[in-house]
């Protein structure tokens, strides 16, 4: 379980930086930066997975098909295109906090599955999470872009939590799945990296069909490149790496716990931000931060003692 719960904690501290990323490039379309990540992701799949390719996919089923273009869907495309709308219209720590009630939306999914601890003996570690996200909120300066319309933030918010639903939905699901499934880790990220790369180059062809103003046009060539870098470090390391991390976790940890692990994202996201902005968080931020961590840390030594056990009955 420890293995697992460090995975945890690096893939959080990857996605951190990817929720901050679509601040750097406020002038692209949260679509574009999407499509473009993901395609990349694709090609970074597809290459790695060269070798042993055939194989790989003479073992995908039209089960395993399906679920791999929905979890592609709602986790990557739709879940990041969202994000980066509520990152560019609501700000950095808006989305990031919102981002932070996905370990109540995913304990609540995962309360019916057998490794899952109860909600019921969950309940104060997740209430103190849901205090943290609360008191975060009652702070007006964290849900504040700068340069943002009352419209533009409210959008910004509404975006934040449909990219919760969509994220938390990828997650029970995927975990469900890859826990009774005969790949690895490893070969089911590569196998969704390449479905996703398919499915992005796809929708970006017909979304600039469809709508060829959402490519922007009178952008230096000096803004491209920091949109390709960008795009570049979210392909390889906020989706390649910490997917594979996350998924290395998964199969290590109960879903109740794994939910609450996600929260690394948003302390480290806020962390990132507080970097970029120069400045230490306040008071009321501080204590939100505090609530979450414990919180964790709380769900962390709940789910350890039924681990101990089973290791002991292992052993005997």
């Known amino acids: 379980m420890k293995r697992g719960v460090v995975y945890a904690g690096m893939a959080g501290a990857i996605w951190g930086g990817v929720i901050l990323a679509p601040s750097l490039v406020p002038e692209f379309n949260p679509l574009l930066i999407s499509s473009v990540r993901f395609a990349l992701?694709?090609?970074?799949?597809?290459?790695?997975?060269l070798p042993v390719a055939l194989g790989l996919l003479r073992r995908v089923s039209r089960e395993d098909l399906s679920m791999l273009i929905r979890l592609s869907l709602a986790g990557n495309l739709l879940y990041f295109a969202l994000l980066s709308a509520a990152v560019q219209f609501a700000g950095v720590a808006a989305a990031s906090l919102i981002?932070?009630?996905?370990?109540?939306?995913?304990?609540?999914?995962?309360?019916?599955?057998?490794?899952?601890?109860?909600?019921?003996?969950?309940?104060?570690?997740l209430a103190l999470v849901a205090l943290g996200i609360l008191c975060i909120n009652l702070d007006p300066s964290a849900l504040m872009a700068a340069g943002s319309t009352p419209g533009e933030r409210i959008l910004g918010i509404v975006c934040g939590?449909?990219?919760?639903?969509?994220?938390?939905?990828?997650?029970?699901?995927?975990?469900?799945?890859l826990k009774a499934s005969?790949?690895?880790?490893?070969?089911?990220?590569?196998?969704?990296?390449?479905?996703?790369?398919?499915?992005?180059?796809?929708l970006a062809g017909v979304?600039?069909?469809?709508?060829?103003?959402?490519?922007?046009?009178?952008?230096?060539?000096?803004?491209w490149m920091v949109f390709l870098w960008v795009s570049l470090f979210l392909a390889i390391f906020g989706s390649w790496?910490?997917?594979?991390?996350?998924?290395?976790?998964?199969?290590?940890?109960p879903m109740s716990l794994g939910g609450q692990l996600i929260v690394f994202?948003?302390?480290?996201?806020?962390?990132?931000?507080?970097?970029?902005?120069?400045?230490?968080?306040?008071?009321?931020?501080?204590?939100?931060i505090i609530l979450l961590t414990v919180g964790v840390l709380w769900a962390i030594g709940l789910h350890r003692a039924p681990a101990e056990i089973e290791g002991r009955a292992a052993q005997s």
């Open 161 to 177: 939590f449909s990219a919760v639903i969509c994220w938390s939905w990828y997650a029970t699901a995927n975990a469900r799945y």
């Open 207 to 223: 979304g600039v069909l469809i709508a060829p103003q959402a490519v922007p046009t009178g952008i230096s060539s000096e803004r």
């Open 99 to 125: 981002n932070g009630i996905m370990p109540l939306a995913i304990s609540y999914r995962s309360r019916s599955e057998q490794d899952s601890l109860p909600l019921s003996r969950m309940k104060m570690p």
């Open 41 to 49: 992701y694709g090609a970074i799949s597809l290459l790695i997975a």
């Open 265 to 288: 994202e948003t302390l480290f996201a806020c962390a990132y931000a507080y970097i970029n902005e120069q400045r230490l968080p306040g008071p009321v931020e501080a204590l939100a």
């Open 241 to 253: 790496v910490a997917n594979g991390l996350w998924n290395a976790a998964t199969r290590r940890l």
């Open 182 to 202: 005969h790949f690895t880790s490893h070969q089911w990220s590569t196998l969704t990296g390449v479905v996703t790369g398919v499915m992005a180059v796809v």
